[in-house]
């Protein structure tokens, strides 16, 4: 898979990560401007511009930046993370960054998070949480990142949010929502 081409046009692509940057928003795991999202197409990477507006966001207004490191102007401040996630992860089309409210307060703690519930266990036994200073984020987290998620579908940096990385758009996000809920359910368990 990690030379195959897309069967979903650019577009169609382009449109679908726009929908799947909504719903983030939509269902609280970004609020309006934050988190960022992109698909692989060939050698290009389409990203959402930096401090976008989720709710405004149109597929024209997604930025290609290249799998060999040119950054389109504006693109996300976290571009060159998303371009690392991609050379270390042949199999990975999509990723999402997202900052679910559950899964960033249990990172606080700096340990990888466990889930404890069926579905979370079942599909990430442990999601490694990533210490990065916040002063060192940007110099530090694209490479922290992409070494998770080239053997994980899903990290946290702590204090931070959520990177997660599949082969198609729908299963990041599917990632991306099912975490948050494996950590739901992970800080319901400890309040009663």
């Known amino acids: 898979m990690s030379n195959k081409v897309p069967h979903e046009s650019r577009q169609a692509l382009k449109q679908q990560?726009?929908?799947h940057y909504r719903w983030l928003r939509q269902y609280g795991y970004n609020d309006s401007h934050s988190g960022n999202a992109s698909f692989r197409w060939h050698d290009e990477i389409w990203i959402t511009?930096?401090?976008c507006c989720a709710d405004l966001l149109q597929p024209e207004d997604l930025l290609c930046c290249s799998i060999d490191g040119q950054l389109a102007a504006g693109a996300s401040l976290d571009a060159p993370l998303h371009l690392e996630v991609y050379r270390h992860n042949p199999e990975a089309r999509?990723?999402?960054h997202s900052h679910g409210p559950h899964a960033i307060a249990l990172s606080l703690s700096g340990k990888d998070f466990v889930p404890v519930d069926f579905e979370g266990q079942y599909y990430f036994p442990v999601v490694p949480v990533i210490d990065i200073?916040?002063?060192?984020y940007v110099e530090q987290s694209p490479l922290a990142v992409a070494e998770q998620l080239a053997t994980h579908k899903v990290a946290i940096v702590r204090g931070h949010g959520v990177y997660a990385c599949a082969p198609t758009i729908n299963l990041a996000y599917k990632w991306s929502c099912s975490v948050e809920?494996?950590?739901?359910?992970?800080?319901?368990?400890?309040q009663g």
Do not use: D, Q
């Open 181 to 190: 809920l494996s950590a739901k359910i992970a800080w319901l368990s400890v």
């Open 17 to 19: 990560l726009v929908e």
């Open 94 to 96: 999509a990723v999402l």
């Open 133 to 136: 200073p916040f002063t060192s």
């Open 49 to 51: 511009p930096t401090g």
